[in-house]
């Protein structure tokens, strides 16, 4: 893959990633847009989705795309908090874990991709 083909998917991913958290904490009263059943029902699965999806448009080394994305979120919560803090960490360990349905849906797609017929 070009690196500009990279580049766009990388920007796309961390577009999506951030508007989806900050419209997630937007449209509820929560500081933190994880804390919402709106995010879960709603974000979180568009978030797989726009993973799978880029996996697909982007299916060389897919898994970064959920990687970058919610790497995104991450650092969305912290502008929207104004402050990274001791839990930081927990934060990030918390988001490798969410991406990991997403990098799956990369993959996937990616494998859809290259093999059309399975």
Known sequence: MSSTKGS?????????GAVLWFAGAAMTDWREAWDS????????PLAIGACGLLGYLYPERSWRWAV?????????????SGEIGNLAPLGL????????PGVFAALIAARLKRNPSH
């Open 8 to 16: 766009t998917a990388f920007a796309i991913a961390i577009i999506v």
């Open 93 to 100: 360990i918390m988001f490798g874990i969410l991406s990991l």
């Open 37 to 44: 059943g709106l995010y879960w029902s709603l974000f979180y």
């Open 68 to 80: 970058a994305l919610f790497a995104a979120q991450f650092v969305a919560m912290a502008l929207r």
